[in-house]
């Protein structure tokens, strides 16, 4: 079986003009050209070739690398050009971080003092969580003040960047999340503090809320209902 170029550039999801130009560069080459019409064919087995181009394309491979590739590149020149590409990759993704604190910041700022980017310290023994967190409070504006997996991390950075609000879990290691909450509001008696657990036994809610917890949140929770959560906690009346 052959495809024309049209063909093959539907198989793939490509332009014909982006299959000639890997042609002109010698990355890909038609298995047949009809002397006659120029008709360029192509076999299945090219269908994998330029589903690798593009695939290395999309890791930030130059044309020149993806030539290399292509052309039997061994096991350690593959290792090297895919690390130097993460190398790069994750640069730029540190960047691109900082330039949307930055933009978050400035927004906070023309937003003036009374609609402020609040800050939330995070802890929680798992870093998936953590992120997880983080991600649903950023899209509500807030902005992670620290993300770290232990109470003592966690008392140091409260003392260091006094958070609008505290998300804490319970099974830590070392020092337990009920622990962390009464060091945290002896610290500060009006400390906002979430705590977020899979730990949800009544008994348990009950005795997070009597050491000063402002909510509880249980795990695995939805984005909507930890949002209300922090939003809720940060709304409740400080400590008299």
């Known amino acids: 079986m052959h495809y024309t170029i049209?063909?093959?550039?539907?198989?793939?999801?490509?332009?014909?003009?982006?299959?000639?130009?890997?042609?002109?560069?010698?990355?890909?080459?038609?298995?047949?050209v009809d002397p006659v019409n120029r008709y360029r064919y192509y076999t299945p087995e090219q269908i994998g070739r330029i589903t690798e181009i593009i695939e290395w394309k999309?890791?930030?491979?130059?044309?020149?690398?993806?030539?290399?590739?292509?052309?039997?590149?061994?096991?350690?020149?593959?290792?090297?050009?895919?690390?130097?590409?993460?190398?790069?990759?994750?640069?730029?993704?540190?960047?691109l971080a900082r330039s949307i604190l930055l933009l978050q910041k400035r927004i906070a700022a023309l937003k003036g003092?009374?609609?402020?980017?609040?800050?939330v310290l995070i802890i929680d023994d798992s870093e998936f969580v953590r992120q997880c967190i983080a991600d649903v409070?950023?899209?509500?504006g807030w902005t992670v003040a620290?993300?770290?997996?232990?109470?003592?991390?966690?008392?140091?950075?409260?003392g260091r960047q006094q958070p609008d609000v505290v998300v804490l879990d319970i099974g830590l290691e070392g020092m337990d999340g009920i622990q962390v909450l009464k060091n945290i509001r002896q610290q500060d008696p009006n400390a906002k503090v979430v705590m977020c657990s899979g730990r949800g036994t009544p008994e348990v809610v009950q005795e997070c809320l009597m050491s000063g917890?402002?909510?509880?949140?249980?795990?695995?929770?939805?984005?909507?209902?930890?949002a209300d959560a922090v939003a809720a906690a940060v709304q409740s009346p400080a400590a008299g």
């Not at 550039?9 to 047949?32: C, F, M, Q, W």
């Not at 999309?58 to 061994?74: K, Q, R, V």
């Not at 409070?137 to 509500?140: D, G, K, T």
């Not at 620290?146 to 409260?158: A, C, N």
């Open 6 to 32: 049209g063909e093959l550039a539907k198989v793939v999801n490509l332009s014909t003009d982006a299959i000639r130009y890997y042609e002109e560069v010698g990355l890909l080459l038609p298995h047949h």
């Open 58 to 95: 999309e890791c930030g491979l130059t044309l020149e690398e993806i030539g290399d590739m292509l052309g039997g590149a061994d096991l350690d020149k593959r290792q090297e050009i895919f690390q130097q590409r993460l190398a790069d990759m994750l640069d730029k993704e540190a960047r």
């Open 113 to 119: 003092a009374s609609t402020e980017m609040k800050m």
């Open 137 to 140: 409070l950023e899209r509500q």
């Open 146 to 158: 620290g993300s770290v997996p232990d109470g003592e991390q966690g008392l140091e950075l409260y």
């Open 213 to 226: 917890a402002a909510e509880f949140v249980a795990k695995p929770f939805l984005p909507h209902v930890l």
